[in-house]
């Protein structure tokens, strides 16, 4: 027990002044201290980090103060589990969260800087791929934001996201050094690290009389926590991120190998910490490689024992467990976290099996992100028992009591049974079985996903597990994606209906009266026109790229995938193209559109590459031709990203959600778009469905089959030819690519993307082209009306408070976690 006398040891911890001449101190005073520089000698990188240091010396006190007022209090909290968190810079919002903004502009004019300088400097944190990890950077916005006890843990990367090059319009791939520079954000606690185990063998022992089995591991690495402030909005809570790193422990090389050689032992250590070396860049397609489970087991192992071990109070009694955390599976990345619970409450604490499986059922909670059947991992049994033999002892434990009770409830019906098995005939744990067996709760990210989930994936278990199945609609911060991305429209919003809206979002439908107001719609246009001039100076530094103000931004920006169809929005364009170039419509009867595309293909995926490389070669060419300028224009700027969105959607007039309907989950992207204005052409799939329902079918250009009907003409049996016969601008537009027209006559270079569609066409474009090409010209009939079109823009906006990550995360404590906030 630490006994201070001095009364400031004795005192809270005391934040700086929050006054220009108190900022200007600190700044400088971490610039000296911290970067052992002089304002002189600064370098842009030195006053990035000492900016950063002086907001994080704002949030300190408070962060402080929440970790211990969470220890004391020992309410329920959330645990966020997640492979993935897309961040995003952080100045900016950290900025934001701590209301400081405007201070930190005055102290920096004063220090005679420019704030834009410096927050150019920062490097974002890409330690997701996509959808997944950005919707973890939401929640855990949220869960601050609310007041929600909480911790998100995670993996910290060395390399995160790749960044994306593009060499004669083809995809290449560099490493993301995120950490190249150092990171100002970070605090390492390498005296709180965890040891991880792997390999090695099981055994049985006599612990008095009882038989107990042990794990006797071959090897294991050193789990490093960082710690990130979350700081929730303007209300003076930070919660944390921790982020786990590899590091080789000492002796790690004997144990390993036994090889005594000094050469070995390095590269033994390297192959400890390459566990957290690089983020896996595949979205929605496990690799089924040893390396990926290694990094799961190593995150999650380390926060369970990190809360455990170090959170709960030495003497808790782990029968309460579930009345102090929940564990959420972010996907199955996670779910090994599972037979890990069961066996620190058996083999290492000492309970019941039976206990330990009562409590471990109701600590976690599972979300579900897909409806790919190839996304769904599964890890064949040889991989895991080698790297895991304990574990995969207990899941077949808990696989056969699992299915004794299927028998003991539907007979031995054996069917069911080899439906419902968590190892599958071949022998592989179906890990979201496992997750759907163990979780209290499973939950999809919309309505529809929800439905198709029940009805579809695991039809077996919602019939087994009658109440366990739920939906929580997908959200998105409103604070990085409306008030930092758009701060015109936030202004607007605020002067229109008053402060406050930021974190109660449905108070946007008091915008909707103002819909008819003309003076209202005037500035709303206004807000884009500007937000227009914001992209085009981005994309002009960035990639050298020039944006008109005056075209209608149409936008596609995604990963690339088959199923988010990027073709079915080429096919568009280049319908477009070649209705003018063929003199069947005059340049003036266009829309002047600016069709802009941001997309990474995971670097394995050669269909998806070969698409990259498709939309840049239209791109070039749609681009160089002297017959469509100023009416068409694609721009395709490399290495989209969470700062590149942040420009991105407040500019964009339409946006583009055209998957196959019943493919995806959700989509969070076409939330971002809705509420900063945009309207969005896209199918009757994921949250579109309820974006549309919200906003009324007036002002959403709905096209395309609905999944029922996809799953119709799937059954009918599906020939994409017949369409291609069926409508001659498709043809027309196929031939194009097919002739060479993009590739400088070269026939064999898109063959594969044209023949895939016209003979395979597994995500159904073709299907879904004519429907979309009419839907595509009511959105021209409509943007021709500026009125009518900015009316359904703002309804948009005002109809889409819903789409909040704030609301995800209270409909998550209502149906899952039971955590209420404290206050
Ligand atoms: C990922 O980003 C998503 C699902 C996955 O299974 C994996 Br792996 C990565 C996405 C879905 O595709 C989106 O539809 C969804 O909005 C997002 O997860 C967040 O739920």
């Avoid at 700081?231 to 003076?236: E, F």
Wanted: negative net charge.
């Amino acid at each position: 027990r630490l006994q201070p006398t001095h009364p400031i040891a004795l005192a809270p911890v005391q934040a700086p002044e929050p006054t220009v001449d108190g900022f200007v101190t600190q700044f400088l005073r971490n610039l000296n201290n911290g970067r052992g520089v002089a304002l002189s000698t600064s370098t842009a990188n030195d006053r990035y980090f000492a900016l950063a240091a002086t907001v994080r010396d704002y949030l300190m006190a408070r962060w402080l103060e929440d970790v211990r007022r969470q220890r004391t209090i020992q309410s329920k909290g959330v645990a966020y589990l997640s492979a993935e968190y897309l961040l995003g810079r952080q100045l900016d919002n950290n900025l934001l969260a701590t209301g400081l903004t405007d201070i930190a502009d005055e102290a920096l004019v004063a220090c005679g800087l420019d704030l834009d300088d410096v927050r150019a400097m920062e490097v974002e944190p890409g330690l997701g791929n996509g959808g997944l990890g950005r919707l973890a950077a939401c929640f855990i916005d949220s869960l601050a934001t609310l007041g929600v006890p909480s911790v998100g843990y995670g993996i910290r990367y060395e390399y995160g996201i790749f960044r994306q090059t593009f060499v004669d319009g083809q995809q290449v791939e560099q490493a993301d050094s995120w950490l190249a520079l150092g990171s100002p954000w970070e605090f390492p606690h390498p005296e709180a690290a965890r040891t991880v185990s792997f390999g090695g063998h099981t055994e049985t022992y006599d612990d008095g009389g009882v038989t107990r089995t042990r794990w006797v591991p071959a090897w294991n690495v050193l789990a490093v926590p960082y710690n990130y402030m979350v700081p929730g909005y303007h209300n003076g809570r930070v919660n944390t991120l921790r982020l786990w790193s590899a590091q080789a422990t000492q002796g790690f090389d004997l144990r390993v190998f036994n090889a005594g050689d000094y050469q070995e032992a390095v590269r033994a250590q390297t192959y400890a910490e390459n566990i957290s070396k690089v983020l896996y860049p595949e979205d929605s397609t496990p690799q089924g490689k040893e390396l990926r489970l290694q990094q799961q087991y190593f995150f999650v192992a380390a926060s369970i024992s990190d809360f455990v071990n170090l959170i709960l109070p030495a003497d808790f009694d782990l029968a309460n467990l579930p009345d102090r955390v929940i564990f959420q599976l972010n996907d199955t990345h996670p779910v090994i976290g599972v037979p890990e619970l069961m066996r620190v409450l058996v083999d290492e604490k000492g309970l019941e099996w039976d206990a330990a499986w009562q409590i471990t059922q109701q600590c976690f909670a599972y979300t579900c992100h897909t409806l790919l059947p190839e996304a769904l991992e599964v890890w064949p049994a040889d991989l895991l028992g080698r790297l895991l033999p304990r574990h995969l002892e207990i899941i077949y434990r808990i696989n056969d009591e699992f299915l004794e009770a299927v028998r003991e409830r539907f007979g031995d019906d054996s069917e069911r049974i080899r439906r419902m098995s968590i190892v599958s005939p071949d022998g592989a744990i179906r890990m979201a079985y496992l997750a759907t067996v163990a979780g209290s709760k499973v939950n999809g990210v919309a309505e529809l996903h929800s439905q198709l989930l029940r009805e579809k994936v695991l039809p077996d278990f919602d019939e087994f597990y009658p109440g366990k199945f739920t939906n929580v609609t997908n959200g998105v911060t409103p604070r990085r994606f409306v008030k930092l991305a758009n701060p015109g429209l936030s202004r607007l919003i605020t002067d229109t209906i008053g402060a406050g809206w930021l974190t109660d979002l449905d108070r946007l439908r008091e915008l909707e009266e103002y819909a008819d107001d003309a003076e209202f719609r005037s500035a709303f246009r206004a807000v884009k026109s500007a937000n227009k001039r914001v992209l085009a100076r981005t994309l002009a530094e960035r990639d050298g790229l020039t944006v008109a103000d005056d075209h209608l931004l149409d936008v596609m920006v995604k990963r690339l995938h088959e199923y988010k169809r990027q073709t079915l929005k080429l096919l568009h364009i280049i319908t477009e193209y070649d209705a003018i170039v063929s003199g069947r419509v005059t340049p003036d009867q266009v829309t002047p559109r600016t069709f802009v595309f941001g997309a990474k293909a995971a670097p394995g995926y050669a269909m998806a590459k070969r698409i990259i490389h498709l939309i840049n070669a239209v791109g070039s060419v749609v681009n160089d031709d002297p017959r469509v300028e100023g009416r068409l224009k694609v721009l395709f700027p490399p290495n989209y990203n969470v700062t590149l969105a942040e420009r991105i959607v407040p500019a964009a007039d339409l946006s583009e959600q055209i998957s196959l309907a019943g493919k995806e989950a959700s989509g969070t992207g076409n939330m971002k778009f809705a509420l900063n204005g945009a309207l969005t052409i896209g199918t009757d799939d994921g949250a579109n469905v309820e974006i549309r329902e919200l906003v009324g079918d007036d002002n959403f250009f709905l096209f395309g089959m609905a999944e029922p009907e996809v799953a119709d003409l799937q059954a009918r049996g599906y020939h994409p030819i017949d369409f291609v016969r069926a409508d001659e601008n498709l043809s027309r537009a196929l031939e194009l690519i097919s002739s060479g027209a993009f590739s400088g006559g070269d026939a064999s270079v898109f063959e594969p993307v044209v023949s895939n569609l016209t003979h395979h066409d597994p995500f159904m474009a073709l299907a879904d082209y004519t429907d979309y090409i009419a839907a595509q010209k009511r959105v021209d009939a409509l943007y021709a009306d500026q009125d009518a079109w900015t009316r359904a823009a703002i309804l948009n906006v005002a109809r889409c408070g819903f789409f909040s990550s704030d609301r995800s995360m209270r409909d998550y404590i209502d149906r899952i976690w039971h955590t209420p906030p404290i206050l």
